[in-house]
């Protein structure tokens, strides 16, 4: 069943628009900044063993990928590997943690959410921000509409109003359409209720994998090139 309702998902040539004020948004990147250190400072010896324990399962310890960023500009994305290096990068997710191309320590890294942790120094970096739509390929960009492209107004987020609605669970539409409307609503009490929300189920098991892409294609790579 859908999370959201026939009345909340806007006609696809609907104007979107960012009504967080300037200020708003620099507290948020300097908060972002100051969180991100302080969490890389104290989680780094965590950091280090699982670098360690990935790249002892097979070079490299570290997956970096081009995503699109705020306003479509390219940025590389870091993650802890959790696919085997012979498989294509750009293939669908995996539906369940007994997919052959998840490595052992992949799937326990994606199941306890840690395989994003590297992702604090693109938030370091001012690439990405705490909490924001999740960053997509470049090559989806095509594939989105006049709102959808909404999504890219904001920066990319560690997490958003997706991943505490559902996560896997969700088709790319309804994804694509609560980003949109993070964007819409954006502000302080948005932010935090995302933060603490997701905080609640960080250590959840459930809609971690992809049940289904999209309303017309059970995986991305039905009926349709590239992405």
Request: glycine share 10%.
């Amino acid at each position: 069943m859908s999370v959201l309702s026939s009345d909340s998902v806007c006609a696809p040539g609907t104007p979107v628009r960012c009504h967080a004020l300037p200020s708003y948004l620099c507290l948020k990147a300097t908060i972002d900044r100051f969180v991100a250190l302080g969490a890389l400072a104290a989680a780094w010896p965590l950091i280090l063993l699982i670098a360690w324990l990935v790249w002892r399962d097979g070079q490299p310890a570290l997956f970096r990928q081009a995503r699109a960023g705020r306003h479509g500009r390219p940025f590389t994305l870091l993650k802890f590997r959790t696919m085997r290096t012979d498989v294509d990068p750009f293939g669908d997710s995996p539906q369940s943690g007994q997919d052959p191309r998840l490595t052992r320590m992949g799937r326990w890294l994606r199941e306890k959410s840690l395989d994003e942790l590297p992702q604090l120094l693109n938030v370091v970096r001012g690439e990405m921000s705490l909490v924001g739509p999740r960053p997509l390929y470049m090559q989806q960009m095509a594939e989105w509409n006049e709102r959808q492209r909404g999504r890219l107004l904001v920066k990319p987020g560690l997490t958003g109003l997706a991943q505490t609605r559902g996560r896997g669970g969700l088709t790319v539409e309804e994804k694509l359409e609560l980003d949109v409307q993070y964007v819409e609503t954006i502000g302080l009490r948005t932010d935090l209720a995302i933060v603490w929300q997701t905080i609640r189920g960080l250590w959840r098991r459930g809609d971690i994998y992809e049940v289904r892409y999209s309303a017309a294609r059970a995986r991305r790579s039905d009926g349709a090139a590239g992405g």
